[in-house]
């Protein structure tokens, strides 16, 4: 991001006292995913981020029991959705973007590097001619330094790559939806071993978010429940993030962050839905389409991944 965007993007933030986004979370357990509804409380238009779709990975069963949640939520406030927001293609719940768009409308949208992605793991499961890996299936592609509205809120997306080249995150007004590019202060920030991941280009990410005014609001895509604590929590701030976040607090140079990163990447072991998530998510939540016989199919890589 350019200099004048990032004081674009501040300035977004600083004016927000007339236009603070009304926020409702939603968070799924078992996929340990933060979904938001974000509204303008003038105008009742909204927007989705990152969705849940449920999946039983056991049995191949899916519902829309989370989706179903948010659904309701519009309804009971009468609100208008305009966007169905994805912060990068998720590796560890597949999204309900397409349900909800088609239970309430509106824009399913990503950043213009999800290309990217879509070239690698279209490969990797062997998608066919029939995917067309140029962002085509989502409806609109987000580039660095974008600006679009909710009602009167403005919104500037902000490229955030490191965890995925794909990651953006969305500044809207005084509040900023981050993704996995970073979490709460006592767990840290995201791996960058996925394909197209880089520590170095995360730690500049995750500078670039904060030299945000000191009182931006940040809210995470996920929380962990890390030792010590014994509450789910997913929104903090620019500033507690500086003083305290384990692996990005102020004074950690870009050298030790990428060494702190690439040897704690090593020890993870894979999300337990990164297969189902990722064949899914890079379509942007449309399964795959029906065979011959009449049902869905999700891959299976051996030795893949």
């Known amino acids: ?96 973007a397409p349900y909800l768009q088609e239970k309430l409308g509106g824009k399913i949208a990503i950043g213009e590097h999800i290309v990217e992605v879509q070239q690698v793991f279209g490969k990797l499961f062997n998608a066919g001619t029939e995917f067309q890996r140029d962002g085509s299936d989502f409806d609109h592609l987000f580039a660095d330094g974008d600006t679009f509205t909710i009602g009167n809120i403005d919104v500037t997306v902000m490229h955030v790559p490191g965890h995925t080249p794909a990651d953006i995150a969305y500044v809207i007004g005084d509040a900023v939806f981050v993704g996995d590019t970073m979490f709460m202060p006592d767990y840290g920030s995201a791996r960058a071993d996925f394909p197209g991941g880089d520590a170095r280009q995360l730690y500049r990410s995750l500078r670039r978010i904060l030299q945000l005014p000191r009182t ?43 060494k702190m990163r690439t040897t704690r990447d090593k020890t993870l ?4 839905l990164i297969l189902p998530s990722v064949q899914v998510n890079m379509r942007a939540g449309h399964l795959p389409p029906v065979e011959d016989n009449g049902v869905r199919y999700l891959k299976l890589p051996l030795n893949g991944v």
């Open 1 to 96: 991001m350019t200099d004048s965007v990032l004081i674009h993007a501040s300035n977004q933030v600083s004016s927000a006292q007339r236009n603070i986004p009304i926020i409702k979370a939603f968070f799924d357990k078992p996929t340990f995913t933060v979904t938001y509804v974000v509204h303008d409380e003038e105008t009742k238009k909204a927007a989705v981020v990152d969705s849940v779709f449920d999946f039983d990975p056991a049995s191949g069963r899916t519902s829309f029991d989370s989706a179903s949640k948010v659904i309701q939520y519009v309804k009971d406030q009468g609100l208008t959705v305009e966007w169905l927001l994805e912060t990068h293609a998720h590796a560890d719940h597949l999204s309900a």
């Open 216 to 258: 931006t609001r940040l809210f995470m895509c996920h929380d962990y429940l890390p030792e010590g604590r014994d509450q789910y929590v997913w929104e903090t701030t620019v500033a507690a993030q500086r003083e305290g976040n384990i692996h990005a607090h102020d004074g950690i140079s870009e050298d030790d962050f990428v």
């Open 269 to 272: 072991d894979m999300p337990r």
